[in-house]
Structure formats: C-alpha cells, structure tokens
C-alpha cells in the first residue's frame, strides 16, 4: 500500500488491534463490494453466467475470519462467502477466475458451477452447494485438529436457512460432546430465497438453540464489523484453550437479489430494500474509521484507486486466460492413482496413472463410473 497508518487509535485499542489492522479489514470489505459488484456488470453484460452475491455480509465475513490464522486454521465458507475468502488470502483475480470458469481457476480449474471458491493453499474447503454439508466437514476438521493436536480451528458459515437442516444439529452436538474447536457462524440475513425469516424459525435467533448443545451462542449486529470481530476472537480463543465450539449468528443484510437468477422485487417491498441500505457495514465502517482519524482523505483516495485497478486487473486478467480443454473434463473428477488392492469403479487394473484403456482420460469411462 502507497500510504500506510502506523500507531494505534483508541479504537484500534478498544478491540486489541493496530491502525493498520483496522485499514486492512475496511480494505478487505470494500475489495469484496468492488469485486461483488464488478461480478454482477459482468454477468448483465453477458460476460459470466451466474453471479451469487455476499453484498451485505462482507462486514460480519471480514470481522469472523479476522481472528483465525491464516494457513493454519481452516474455513468451510459457502457461496456468499467472498468477503470471507479474501479475508483467508485468496484474491480479486482468484475469484473472478472461478467466474469465468478458466483453465487456471485456482478454485476448481473450471470444473464447478462458477462461485464455488476454494483453495486448498489457503485451507479454504470448496464450498458446498447442497446447504450446510459443510458443517459435518468443518466439525470433521476440528476433529482431527483434536486429535492431531495441532491447535488449529476450524469455522464454517452459512445463512439462517441452511442452519435447519439436519447436518447443523448433528454437527454441533457431537462438536459440544468431543469440545471440538470449532465455530459455526449464521449469517442470517432474514430470507431464504425468498422465505422470509419468520417462515424458517419460530424463535427470533438462531444462536438461541446454542443452550440445547450446552455452549455458547452469541447474536451479533452484522454490520458492526468490530462487534463480529470481538465476538469470533473470543470464540477463537475458546476453542484454542479446548473450551470447544460456539455458534456465533450475525444479523447481515442481503442486498442484492438471491442470486442472478432471482428477481427479488417479487417478493420484497420496496421500501424494505431501501430501508437495508441504512444497515450496510461497508458505509458504517468507513465513517467508523474516519471518526476515530484512521481514515484520512488521502488514504481514502489510495484505497480506492487501488482497489479498482485491482479489480480492472482482475478482469482483464481472467477475460484473457484460456478456458479449460474439454479434453481435459475428467482431470482432478477421478482419482489419478489408487492402491492397487482398491481397483477404481471404472474398472482400471489398479496403481496406474489415467491414460489408458477404459480410463477416463481417454473419454470411455463414462458408463458406470458415476453410479
Ligand atoms: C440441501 C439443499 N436444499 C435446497 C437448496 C436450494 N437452496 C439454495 S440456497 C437456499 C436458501 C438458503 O438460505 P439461507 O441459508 O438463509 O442462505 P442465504 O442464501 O440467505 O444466504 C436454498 C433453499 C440447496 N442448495 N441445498
Ligand atoms: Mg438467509
């Protein structure tokens, strides 16, 4: 960065952070917006074919992911979980090249539906799109970080939907019965596609089914990015000391439509979108930030002409890549190798690479290898 903040404002101090630090999360949730919306041009324009949007999250994913240490612990995000993954190191061109689906696609190399991040240097899991079956693979992490001892945490997030299905009650009942370090965070945003709140849960939070598990459940004002950031730190340092697992919801804003396939004008009133845009983290943290003389003009100036040639880049970059080789479909689909006691389901003699007869690789082995 051209212009950096040194010192420590009252603010900073108030939550255990440096100036720089609080500049570096306000980063993180602008480039998220810039990027989010940079997706949904792209996709008017004919460019990328579905955009799923974490336009109203990204405070509350930025002041969650903040405390976890990067390359250590591990995040299962889900699909409105681009704050959250550029939060965890992936970058503007990371994302926009898992839109454009491209050869190079750090996520999956064009293989998912575009929006399925990912990224295994990051220990970023590949989100899920059947809601919630992160969470048995979260908990599965922090599991195995028990065990290992590795002091790692693992956290997932999904919205307050997702929180009914039968995987979240599995998942936090066995993580309160091992102390799991683990922390699942709800960002309710008050719709299911276009099931309101109301008609999802009978109970005005969903952190409130915490006390049914016997650990802690913490509601926190989404677009208070410190609040989010206090509260993760707190659950992080739990899990850490072997405390086990809290459920942390954020009350978020969803402010663009489910997804690009969606018209949410059929279902919400107008002044109710209006209304939201007064709940929106990115304005809030800002005047934040500018109130307690972290953000000055200038840096504000910096900050925004690097985050849009970061985005141009971005795009500029992913539009020229190649896409995938259709050749290559099944690469990274089907293991490469196997023991050779373990003969893989496409009938392959075992302990060999995928060229070969019958194997995938050769475009024969469609029949029978999904069943
Ligand atoms: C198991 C499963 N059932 C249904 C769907 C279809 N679906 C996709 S998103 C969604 C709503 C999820 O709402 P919520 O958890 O509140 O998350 P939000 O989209 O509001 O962030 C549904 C029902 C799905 N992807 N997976
Ligand atoms: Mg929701």
New binding site residues.
């Given amino acids: 960065m051209a212009v950096t903040r040194t010192g420590t404002s009252d603010l900073a101090a108030s939550v255990g952070l440096t100036d720089a630090d609080l500049v570096a999360m306000y980063r993180t949730v602008a480039l998220a917006r810039a990027v989010d919306e940079r997706m949904w041009i792209l996709n008017r324009a004919g460019r990328i074919p579905f955009v799923?949007s974490g336009q109203g999250?990204e405070g509350a994913q930025v002041g969650m992911a903040w405390p976890l240490e990067r390359k250590k612990d591990w995040i299962a995000p889900?699909?409105?979980s681009i704050a959250t993954c550029l939060a965890f190191g992936m970058t503007a061109q990371d994302i926009l090249m898992a839109q454009y689906a491209k050869a190079a696609d750090p996520s999956s190399g064009g293989r998912q539906m575009p929006g399925h991040y990912g990224n295994a240097e990051n220990n970023l899991l590949s989100l899920s799109?059947?809601?919630?079956?992160q969470m048995l693979h979260a908990v599965g992490i922090a599991l195995a970080a028990k065990i290992r001892k590795t002091g790692q945490v693992a956290m997932t997030s999904?919205?307050?939907?997702?929180?009914?299905?039968g995987d979240v009650h599995e998942g936090l009942n066995f993580a309160a019965i091992h102390k799991l370090p683990f922390i699942l965070v709800i960002?309710?945003?008050?719709?299911?596609?276009s099931?309101p709140?109301a008609r999802?849960i009978a109970t005005p939070n969903v952190a409130d089914r915490a006390a049914g598990y016997g650990i802690p459940g913490v509601v926190v004002d989404g677009s208070d990015v410190l609040a989010c950031y206090a509260a993760s730190k707190a659950a992080v340092e739990r899990a850490r000391r072997g405390d086990g697992p809290t459920l942390l919801e954020a009350k978020v804003i969803?402010l663009t439509a489910?997804?690009s396939d969606d018209q949410q004008t059929k279902y919400r009133p107008e002044q109710e979108l209006a209304e939201l845009r007064g709940h929106d983290a990115l304005p809030r943290f800002r005047d934040q930030l500018r109130d307690a003389g972290v953000l000055t003009e200038e840096l504000e100036a910096v900050l925004a002409a690097e985050i849009k040639a970061e985005v141009e880049a971005a795009t500029d970059h992913a539009e020229a890549e190649p896409d995938p080789d259709p050749s290559t479909a099944m690469r990274w689909v089907f293991a490469e190798s196997w023991p050779s006691e373990t003969p893989p389901p496409w009938g392959v003699g075992g302990g060999h690479g995928m060229t070969g007869q019958g194997g995938p690789e050769d475009g024969s082995a469609a029949e029978g290898a999904t069943d």
Avoid: D, K, L, W
Wanted: proline content about 3%.
């Fill in positions: 799923i999250h889900f699909y409105r799109s059947p809601v919630a079956t999904m919205g307050e939907g997702s929180s009914n299905q960002e309710n945003n008050g719709y299911a596609i099931v709140a999802q969803r489910h997804s």
